[in-house]
């Protein structure tokens, strides 16, 4: 069964970092783009940052400067890198991968993590 696995997340102090990893596990021929989103209490999920298979990334103007996006197409993973974080940051951070599984080439589908708690403490 193809699905996203997160890991990270937790609370932290206002101007700390904190790492997210999201991979992707299953029978996967080919992981397209991959990024995270979040989503605040009565709020609706936003893009935080999105990074294709070559590597080129897009950012929310909100976390340019402090977050970073990365992977690797070996192990099928994406990370977040989320550094001087604020409490405006607090959210449910989701991983969204564009995953071809193996079982249904060519058709790629677009697949969800189950989402990781971060909350930053003034």
């Not at 206002?14 to 596990?25: E, Q």
């Not at 999105?50 to 950012?59: A, D, F, L």
């Not at 989701?94 to 003034?122: E, F, H, K, M």
Request: glycine share 12%; proline share 4%; hydrophobic share 35%.
């Amino acid at each position: 069964q193809v699905q996203l696995v997160e890991s990270g997340g937790g609370l932290v102090q206002a101007g700390g970092s904190m790492r997210l990893s999201c991979a992707a596990s299953g029978n996967i021929f080919r992981a397209n783009a991959m990024g995270w989103y979040r989503q605040a209490p009565g709020k609706q999920r936003e893009l935080v940052a999105v990074i294709t298979r070559g590597g080129r990334t897009n950012y929310a103007d909100s976390v340019k400067g402090r977050f970073t996006i990365s992977r690797d197409n070996v192990k099928n993973t994406v990370y977040l890198q989320m550094n001087n974080l604020k409490p405006e940051d607090t959210a449910v951070y989701y991983c969204n991968a564009g995953l071809i599984p193996a079982a249904t080439y060519p058709r790629p589908d677009d697949y969800w993590g189950q989402g990781t708690q971060v909350t930053v403490s003034s």
